[in-house]
């Protein structure tokens, strides 16, 4: 396993990180899905018995079980061994006293007297100005000072501009995680949003860095016989690591691992792991997978959602999102079955009236109504 230093933490961080939101899953006897606890915990000592020192959970992952179960698997010593990560569900907290409720609740789920981060999870424009409203500041202090915390961090979801801004505006920041993969490079956060934080110091932890098992799972043959092309033969999965690893801006990678042997791949990648490991004919491989990968987007929505709402329902910007994704991904049947649960819900495109307002809102000038009957034929094929 490879180390870096990761700010003020006293010791280094493991370069690959557990995310546990992914866990392996089975069937109860009444048919439901709940998490295989027994081989989750597995997973996770098995993790820290190689080396992995940062686990990652939240609030609200695997509907509360995930902080229960990294709990248990925490026991026996294990605890002492990581740094141990989660985050206040920041969208459910009301008042300021929400904050330590939480907290203490999670402490306890956890099994533990103290985290070494507590995170504002998923901040945007929103919930940034709620949780300043709210007081975060006065209750960081009071939770470092009585020991239930020892560093500030956030999580985000949103524009570069609203990245900057919270890091700007508040000086305490110990970490911060954003989501980057190899087709992120520019979305959210994105590279400039990792280099601006390397820059004020604050360590970066990378999340979605398969961009939720697209870049591992069902590749599509293009995009396989341009990863071949490569004279050093490595998975997909390497790849997409790999130039994750290579900037020095990056702390730590989370993978959200759901069985044993994705787990053991990663730990085997991860074995070798140095910033700026990548040749220029390795950048440029990358570069053209991603083109190869965008040449695919049927549609070029921004997702800014100046047509919405749509007076008649149609969820625009989702259904041109399944419509790209499904472009360039493959995987056609995942897609379809979502579109299928905006049909039930009259949210598909059926439901347009061709009234054209959107057309009308939209900044990229899309062909909406048009655009949208061709997305129909093919979710529904
Ligand atoms: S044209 Fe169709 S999709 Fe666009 S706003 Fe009107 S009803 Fe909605
Ligand atoms: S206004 Fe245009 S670009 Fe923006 S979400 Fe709607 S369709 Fe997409």
Redesign the pocket.
Known sequence: MQYRNFGKLQFPVSTFGVGCMRFPTMQTSEGKEKVDEQEAIKMIRYAIDHGVNYIDTAYFYHGGESEIIVGKALQDGYREKVSLVTKCPVWDVEKYADFERFLDEQLEKLQVDYLDFYLMHALDKNRWEKIKALGFEKFYEEAIQKGKIKYRGFSFHDELSVFRSILDEYDRWDMCQIQLNILDHQYQAGVEGLRYAGLKGIPVVIMEPLKGGKLAQKIPADIEAIWEESRTKRSPVEWAFRWLYNFSEVAVILSGVSNMEQLQDNIKIFQEAPAQCMTKEEIKLVDRVREQYESKIKVGCTKCEY?IP???G?R?PNIFDLYNQSSMYGSSKEYAMSYQRMMEKNED?T?????????NACPQHLP??QT?QEAHKVLTE
């Open positions: 047509c749509c007076p008649a149609v625009i495109a439901q347009c009236v061709q009234c054209g307002q959107c057309e909406i109504i949208l």
